[in-house]
T-cell receptor, first 109, second 114 residues
Framework: GQNIDQPTEMTATEGAIVQINCTYQ??????LFWYQQHAGEAPTFLSY????GLEEKGRFSSFLSRSKGYSYLLLKELQMKDSASYLC??????????FGAGTTVTVRA | DTAVSQTPKYLVTQMGNDKSIKCEQN?????MYWYKQDSKKFLKIMFS???????INETVPNRFSPKSPDKAHLNLHINSLELGDSAVYFC?????????????FGPGTRLTVL
């Protein structure tokens, strides 16, 4: 099966920066996704990486290193509304998407 | 305007009953999915259909039977419900052939088996 690891919880202050790491071991690789899920809601797409490097989208950036099986999601200028669970998901060689258990980020005033 | 919709949003039922959850997408996507998210928030794929054909079938009890009458609909029927089936079930869809193949999730159906 696939193995995707990310921290369970992180806490940060409003306006700060938080980096959520994700390591993975999969059979083949066809891209890594980050999703945001607010409590009681559906996951929503944040970012996609298939090549090594950094993808920036406003306050959110995602980085990928395929050789290290590693990605991170960087959240800048944190806002209270960023309090949510962040899911790392990897698409394997069969194009099946597997999710990590998610990292719950709590933003404090 | 709803892209991926599911009904019902909440479902409370007794052990042993049979129930169905419906999913519809108006995005014109070719692929649809069912995921189960348990109490530990772990999101796990159950099934995937591409143009009404089953392409992914994870290790799921055969009490769970997906049905796709057309590529815009993927329903999930569950027979003989058990306590362990209590979870949130998410339907999702994605456009095959595009580079990112981003999945769009429905609002979820919270199933509680008593």
């Amino acid at each position: 099966g696939q193995n995707i690891d990310q921290p369970t919880e992180m806490t940060a202050t409003e306006g700060a920066i938080v980096q959520i790491n994700c390591t993975y071991q999969t059979s083949g690789f066809n891209g890594l996704f980050w999703y945001q899920q607010h409590a009681g809601e559906a996951p929503t797409f944040l970012s996609y990486n298939v090549l090594d490097g950094l993808e920036e989208k406003g306050r959110f950036s995602s980085f990928l290193s395929r050789s290290k099986g590693y990605s991170y999601l960087l959240l800048k200028e944190l806002q209270m509304k960023d309090s949510a669970s962040y899911l790392c998901a990897v698409r394997d060689g069969d194009y099946k998407l597997s999710f990590g258990a998610g990292t719950t980020v709590t933003v404090r005033a | 305007d709803t892209a991926v919709s599911q009904t019902p949003k909440y479902l409370v039922t007794q052990m042993g009953n049979d129930k169905s959850i419906k999913c519809e997408q108006n995005l014109g996507h070719d692929t649809m999915y069912w995921y189960k998210q348990d109490s530990k928030k772990f999101l796990k794929i159950m099934f995937s259909y591409n143009n009404k054909e089953l392409i992914i079938n994870e290790t799921v009890p055969n009490r769970f039977s997906p049905k796709s009458p057309d590529k815009a609909h993927l329903n999930l029927h569950i027979n003989s419900l058990e306590l362990g089936d209590s979870a949130v079930y998410f339907c999702a869809s994605s456009p095959v052939g595009l580079e990112t193949d981003t999945q769009y999730f429905g609002p979820g159906t919270r199933l509680t088996v008593l």
